[in-house]
């Protein structure tokens, strides 16, 4: 939703488009501070808000120090089962993924607010981080036998080529479905807000009858907005259950 900007009711796209709010270029590269920008720094803010609040030396802990503990073992028991304890050198990588997409997903819902996950850019950048290190790792660790994921033992031998390509395919289309997957659900979601809170307001405003029927899209509005919290812890965690999955990989790539 945007950030400080009116929500132009006829246009439910209004809401992911970007605003530069300042303007700076060097060259062909267009580095200006746009509203995606600011929603960054105010999710990255909240977040150290979170943790300055949770840190403080207090014999009974918190309510926020609880939560933050809480979240902490969930992502680590995450990644632990598909990783192994071996995994856990990977934690703050993957917790940072998942903090960062639960905040931003969940700033997104809040009124006039710009949702940076909605932006297949920012989802795919999170996504080439994560292959990066699962092929800068699995290569610095296993040398050439990082390759062995790609030809999986057990497979009888007439059909293992086969199964190879399938692997490659599957391997170079994990960034894209990583990405696609966090973003796609983002989108669609805040487009069904958007039609339905739209069809209530112009229902109501046009009177009579139709203005009655109102009730039906309304409903359907209320309805929608805790899904969609839902679904936003949904995509932060299955964006690091996917992350730890391919991180296994890159730690035991004979073993898939």
């Not at 960062?100 to 950048?125: E, K």
């Not at 289309?173 to 487009?191: D, E, Q, T, Y």
Request: with cysteine.
């Amino acid at each position: 939703m945007n950030f400080g900007l009116p929500i132009v009711a006829k246009d439910p796209t209004a809401q992911f488009q970007l605003h530069k709010l300042a303007e700076l270029k060097i060259g062909n590269f267009d580095l200006s501070f746009t509203n995606s920008s600011l929603m960054m720094l105010v999710t990255l803010g909240c977040v150290a808000l979170w943790f300055l609040l949770s840190s403080k030396k207090q014999l009974i802990p918190g309510r926020a120090q609880s939560i933050l503990e809480v979240t902490y073992e969930f992502v680590a028991d995450t990644l632990k089962a598909s990783t192994g304890k071996e995994g856990m050198r990977f934690f703050p990588l993957v917790f940072t993924i998942f903090i960062f997409v639960l905040f931003a997903n969940m700033l997104g819902m809040i009124p006039y607010f710009f949702t940076t996950t909605s932006h297949i850019i920012v989802t795919f950048a999170l996504a080439m981080i994560v292959m990066c290190v699962v092929v800068g790792f699995g290569v610095w660790k296993n040398g050439f036998g990082f390759l062995k994921i790609f030809w999986p033992a057990g497979i009888p031998m007439a059909i293992k080529p086969f199964v190879s390509l399938l692997e490659i395919i599957s391997f170079l289309s994990r960034p894209i479905s990583l990405s696609v997957r966090l973003w796609a659900n983002m989108f669609a979601g805040h487009i069904l807000l958007k039609l339905f809170a739209g069809f209530a307001i112009s229902m109501f405003a046009a009177g009579g009858l139709t203005a009655v029927g109102s009730v039906v899209p309304f409903t359907l509005t209320v309805a929608l907005i805790p899904l969609e919290f839902l679904v936003a812890f949904v995509q932060a965690y299955v964006f690091a259950l996917l992350t730890s999955v391919y991180l296994s990989d890159a730690l035991h790539p004979g073993h898939h």
